[in-house]
């Protein structure tokens, strides 16, 4: 795939196939059409008995999804191991779990009658108000069966009630071209009210006074929508404040707004890089469609294998027709070679709940809404798709981090008075308490210092442990600010971090106007990491053109980084880019022993 992602980065070739075709366009719109179609059928959870099997797939003994075929007055030993059964299954799902009633084990379709559905779903609200729960029916589906009683399936999410802040959290980037639309459709998400049509909504998250005054986003700023045990939305217009939001929500979606001008593209990439997002929402003006840095945004998030969905804004400024052909143009875009994807186009609420397992069970499906910031249209299949969305990590993979040692990357560095020298960033491994003692480093001589978090704030409200995976903000006290940047990491002190002056890389030029050789310098993004690096050496090669492969050896020109094998790297310089990993460190030990 790598190497196909080059049609996405401004590639003539690309170009071209992302115009509205020719001659051909009736044939190929049909052709499109008829695929969204095929999509929508293949993609649907309950599939009609008289056109396919009524199945679903076998259940998992691990994972977040339990089939019932019913739950009619257990016995309390029974009730007991139903209970036990469903807290191991929030814990599989970090605190939510999605329930199939009038299922057999195999997946076969059953159904209830109605009867048997009302005692089913009153035992399940039994057996999650003793775990800690709330139960909210998802959707509910008529099985077609040779019975005079109508037999029913029901579909459940069981999700915990928060306690200390132990919420689950999604983070989602904000991708689009200028002007799409982005800033304005968080707003109205978190603000709870709708746009004016004049911007009104987005001013909330600016930072700068030039953004206000140009309407344009030039930096990364983080905003916060929350659902409640029962899958209502808590925003601002409930809440007057974060910690509100956070104390009443059982799982928050956390949007990084990132800019979508070309000037401010490393800003952009750094934000996909360091605040290591879950999932990437791309938004498209529906009256523009695919313009500006759209292809290469949705480019960007394929390379870092950052899941994408899209979303079509504006669709009250345009006729019917100009969205339908904005889809078709999407639809074909990611359907090319270099992309591989499966557009689902959302038009309904069970069109949005089957969208969001599908999304998290494979990366290449792709939903696509249309929506309006102004107007409201289909804004809560967007929250309803949010507010079902599962975690891509299981708790197996959370534990196995989590008992890691603590390593935490510095993404942000503030002065907040009488607080002192704060840094925002992400945990990446182990735990982190209050008063706790870590390192922080590199230097520019390669060395680490010591200091002791002071106190912890999660989503602008205060936090006792953060945990691997979770961002947050750390107060040091009266720590030297001028000694710390962006890119360093604070550790455990038993940790033996590897600082390198020179790494080598296994690459794939992307897009470059001549040919990529020794002494070329070029932006190089790894995790939190950026800094200006010379190409050492090629090997086996004097020079790469677009498309090629090679092992390539960087040195930093700066001072030296803390890298790990394995880590996903970007590079950019002018029109050049390329994407890889890194496979090889040299250790700086001469640069530690200097005084």
């Known amino acids: 795939m790598d190497s196909r992602v080059s049609e996405l980065f401004g590639t003539a070739a690309a170009q071209k196939s992302g115009s509205p075709a020719g001659t051909n ?25 008289s056109n396919n099997p009524p199945y679903l797939p076998p259940e998992a003994e691990e994972g977040n999804i339990e089939y019932k075929l019913k739950l ?18 929030l814990q599989e799902g970090r605190g939510e779990a999605v329930y199939q009633i009038g299922v057999e084990d195999n997946g076969l379709l059953v159904g209830l009658t109605e009867e048997d559905m009302k005692a089913s779903l009153k035992t399940l609200r039994r057996m999650a108000e003793k775990v800690g729960a709330d139960i909210t029916v998802l959707r509910e589906r008529e099985v077609d069966y040779d019975s005079d009683e109508p037999h029913r399936i029901a579909e459940v999410l069981v999700r915990k009630v928060p306690d200390d802040q132990q919420f689950l959290d999604l ?17 109205v998400l978190t603000q709870g009210e709708l ?141 090319q070679p270099g992309c591989n994807k499966v557009p689902m186009l959302v038009s309904s609420t069970d069109d949005a709940v ?33 507010n079902i969305l599962p975690p891509l990590s299981n708790s197996k993979e959370q534990e196995e981090l989590m008992q890691q040692l603590t390593e935490f990357q510095i993404d942000e560095i503030y002065t907040v008075p009488d607080v002192g020298t704060v840094v925002g960033g992400t945990l990446y491994s182990g735990i982190c308490r209050e008063g706790e003692q870590l390192v922080v480093g590199p230097t520019d ?108 050896r960087f040195k930093f020109i700066k001072h030296p980084e803390y890298l790990k094998v394995g880590a996903k790297l970007l590079f950019r310089e002018g029109v050049t880019k390329g994407i890889g990993q890194v496979t090889k460190l040299q250790p700086a030990s001469q640069y530690q022993q200097q005084p």
Not at 182 to 187: E, R, V, W
Not at 370 to 386: A, I, M
């Open 25 to 49: 366009g009736a044939a190929s719109r049909k052709t499109a059409k008829n695929g969204s179609k095929k999509c929508k059928n293949r993609s649907a959870r309950y599939p009609k008995a």
């Open 72 to 89: 009619v007055n257990p016995t309390q030993y029974r009730f007991e191991h139903l209970a036990t059964q469903m807290k191991w299954r």
């Open 171 to 187: 983070r989602v980037a904000v991708l689009g071209n200028v002007d799409s639309g982005k800033s304005t459709l968080l707003g």
């Open 195 to 335: 746009d004016n049509g004049r911007g009104r909504a987005r001013l909330n998250l600016f930072r700068h006074l030039h953004e206000i005054q140009t309407g344009r986003t030039s930096s990364i700023s983080i905003e916060i929508l929350g659902f409640d045990s029962k899958g209502e939305v808590v925003n601002y217009s409930e809440s007057r404040t974060a910690e509100e939001i956070c104390e009443s929500a059982s799982k928050m979606i956390t949007f990084i707004d990132l800019a979508g001008h070309h000037k401010y593209l490393k800003t952009t990439i750094f934000g996909l890089t360091s605040y290591c997002p879950d999932f990437a929402m791309l938004v498209v003006s529906a009256n523009t469609g695919i313009a500006g840095t759209t292809r290469e945004h949705l480019g960007l998030a394929m390379a870092l294998k950052v899941p994408i969905f899209i979303v079509v804004s504006k669709v009250d400024l345009c006729a019917k027709g100009t969205v339908e052909r904005t889809v078709r143009q999407l639809e074909r875009i990611l359907k």
């Open 354 to 386: 089957t969208a969001a397992q599908k999304f998290a069970q494979s990366p290449s499906i792709t939903p696509i809404f249309t929506l309006s910031s102004v107007t409201g249209e289909s804004l809560d299949l967007l929250k309803v798709f949010f």
């Open 445 to 552: 001589d390669g060395k680490f210092r010591e200091l002791m978090v002071c106190s912890i704030q999660r989503n602008r409200s205060g936090c006792r442990v953060l945990r691997a995976g979770q961002a947050a903000t750390l107060a040091l006290g009266d720590f030297d600010r001028s000694l710390l940047r962006k890119g360093m990491v604070m550790v455990s002190p038993e940790m033996n971090p590897t600082i390198c002056w020179c790494f080598e890389a296994e690459i794939v030029l992307l897009f470059h106007a001549k040919t990529f050789h020794k002494g070329f310098q070029v932006t190089v993004h790894v995790g939190n990491v950026r800094q200006t690096a010379t190409v050492e050496a090629l090997q086996g090669k004097d020079e790469l053109r677009t498309g090629e492969k090679a092992v390539v």
